[in-house]
C-alpha cells in the first residue's frame, strides 16, 4: 500500500500499522505515519510479507457441495475480524459495517442466502460463501433489506457482505496455499492458485479492510510481525515506509 499527497489513503496506512500488534513501536510509527500524511507531498508506504507459514496459520470452514463443513465458528471470527477491521477505514454506511441493527454474520447468513436460493430462510438452509447467487439485486435480497434496513440501499449492502464473502474465501485460499507450497506443489499449480486468489478473493475497493483483518486474523493465530521501519526518507521527500513480516 502507498498514499502519496493523499491524506485518507495514509491515514490508513497509520491504522493499519497502529493495530498489528501491542507495544509502543506499532503505536508510535503509526502516530509518525499519520503527522506525514497530514503534510503536503508526503509519501507512505506499507509493505506486508506473509511466509507460508503464516498462512498455514489461518482458520476457515470448507465449503463442500455449497455448504461449509468442518470449522463454521473459524468462518465467524474471520467475517467478525473483517468487519471490524472496514469500521475505522471504509467511511460510513454500509461499507463500514457501521449501520443498525449489525451487519453481523447472522445478517450475512440470511443475506447468502436470500442472494442464492430464497427469503425467508428455510429450516436446514446453509450459507454459501462461495456463490454469489443469481440475483444479488433481485427480490428477495431486496425484501431481506427492506426488512432489516428500511431506506438502506440495496446497491450498497449487497456488494459490502460480497466482500465479507471474498475474504472467508481468501482466509480458506490462503490456508490451502500454504499447505500446497509445504507439500512441495507443481510451480503451475502454484500460479494458478494464486491467479484463482487475485481474480476471487480480492476486492480492490475493500483492500485496506482486508489487510488490517489479516493482520487481526494472524494476531487471533498468535502470529505477532516483525516491524522493519522506518525506512531512511527518500531523497528531498518527506516519506516514511514500514515493513511488517509474518513467519
Known sequence: MKAV?????????????????????????????????SQKNGTES?????????YSRLSSSTI???????????????????AAACGPLMGVGPASFNIDPAMDYDHWFIWNIAAINEYP????????????GPALEGGNVQNFVNACWPGQPQGLISPAFQAASDYMNLCEDLKNLAQLVDGGGTWATLLSDLGAIIKND????????V?????????????QPQIVGPAPNAANEPSIAVTLQYA
Open 64 to 82: 463442500q457441495n455449497g455448504a461449509p463443513t468442518g470449522n463454521v465458528n473459524a468462518d465467524m471470527s474471520n467475517y467478525a475480524a473483517f
Open 46 to 54: 506499507l509493505e506486508i510479507i506473509f511466509k507460508p507459514t503464516a
Open 5 to 37: 499527497s493523499n491524506k485518507s489513503a495514509g491515514n490508513n496506512i497509520a491504522t493499519i500499522v497502529s493495530s498489528t500488534a501491542t507495544g509502543t513501536v506499532p503505536t508510535t510509527l503509526g502516530k509518525q505515519i499519520a503527522a506525514l500524511a
Open 211 to 223: 489487510t488490517l483483518a489479516l493482520t487481526t486474523c494472524m494476531g487471533k493465530a498468535g502470529v
Open 121 to 132: 430462510p428455510q429450516d436446514g438452509d446453509q450459507p454459501d460463501r462461495r456463490s454469489q
Open 202 to 209: 480480492l476486492n480492490t475497493d475493500f483492500l485496506p479492510a
